[in-house]
């Protein structure tokens, strides 16, 4: 997992170690993430299937892609497609992304590299990987990541945030045994370079064999706990988990994770996703790449799609190829 790493991490802030009277959230849950397909046929976990709406708050909807070898013409990507009611992030962390929207947005994105895109009030875009790596093939690994918006958020303008993985926040575990990097939000007094609607925190951890993580937590944010790769085991009571499972936390002042001190060569580490947010608590339908608050508004949504008002394909857009298309 080559996404944004240092030599040595002792000379990195540190985080404090946690002394709030909540304590260590509670590991309430533990679920393992479905395997499925996306777009053209590239290999998803769905981490969020099977989690009450209720405990994932603000988020809607997240999908760790890959981990996955191409071979040469096999990479694939999603066509172009519209957006309203959110706002999708995507992190890479090996393999590059191309990104276009019909709002003028639009880059590469590559190990430990997160675009930030605002549907708002609607957008279209796509998804692709470039050329080069069609042609190549090659690793590839991100997350892509729904943040639900309020009411009062929903239709605001489009907007598009390339955030350069040197940009994300670098902190250290007080012993040194995780490192951390701060994509959005606020770590205890470390803020990320994303620029949220809705507050949130997102947090790339790596956390050595044997390693234990005591990350300090706004208590008015949920907590959330997605295993990337390795094992090891969450909350007082040391419940494990590992590849591919979601951990929901309940209140307290810090998340607590433990790494096992044997991992498997192929995941030398436990590499956590760590996520929470202020719960937005207002309705939330649901439907396709349209998340609103009423199922009018979702109609209305399709129609405004279906008549062109979520955007236009720009005229020097991205071409969608199929699987295959590349001449070897």
């Known amino acids: 997992m080559p996404a944004v790493t240092v030599e040595d991490i002792l000379v990195l802030p540190r985080t404090s ?3 709030g009277a909540g304590g260590s959230r509670p590991l309430r849950s533990v679920t393992t993430a479905p395997s499925g397909y996306e777009g053209e046929g590239f290999p998803v976990r769905r981490a969020f299937a099977g989690v009450a709406m209720s405990d994932l708050d603000p988020f809607v909807h997240m999908d760790q892609m890959g981990e996955v070898e191409y071979a040469p013409g096999e990479p ?6 519209p957006h309203r009611g959110f706002e999708t992030v995507t992190y890479m962390i090996d393999g590059t992304f191309v990104h276009q929207d019909s709002n003028g947005g639009g880059g590469r994105v590559s190990d430990g590299d997160t675009q930030w895109m605002t549907a708002g009030s609607g957008i279209l875009h796509i998804e692709a990987p470039p050329e080069s790596l069609v042609a190549s093939g090659g690793l590839f690994h991100g997350v892509q990541l729904w943040v639900n918006l309020p009411r009062a958020d929903k239709w605001a303008p489009p907007r598009y945030q390339d955030i350069r993985g040197r940009e994300a926040v670098l902190l250290s575990s007080p ?14 007094g ?10 949130i925190t997102m947090v790339h951890a790596t956390v050595s064999p ?3 993580l005591e990350l300090p937590w706004r208590p008015d944010f949920n907590a959330l706990v ?3 790769a390795g094992r090891g085991s969450a909350g007082p009571d040391r419940r494990p988990f590992a590849t591919g499972q979601l951990g929901v936390f309940g209140a307290g002042d810090f998340i607590e994770v433990r790494a096992d001190a044997h991992q498997e060569s192929r995941s030398p580490a436990l590499e956590l996703l760590v996520l929470g947010g202020r719960p937005i608590r207002e309705p939330v339908v649901h439907y396709g790449p349209f998340v609103m608050n009423t199922r009018e508004e979702i109609l209305q949504a399709m129609a405004d799609y279906q008549a062109g008002r979520l955007g236009q394909v720009p005229a020097e857009a991205l071409v969608h190829r199929h699987p ?3 001449e070897l």
């Open 76 to 81: 694939k990507g999603t066509p172009w497609h």
């Open 17 to 19: 170690r946690p002394v």
């Open 175 to 188: 012993d040194g045994s995780a490192l951390l990097r701060v994509v959005a939000g606020e770590v205890d």
């Open 190 to 199: 470390h803020m990320g370079p994303g620029t949220t609607y809705t507050p």
């Open 210 to 212: 044997g390693g234990l």
């Open 226 to 228: 997605y295993v990337l």
């Open 324 to 326: 295959g298309d590349v």
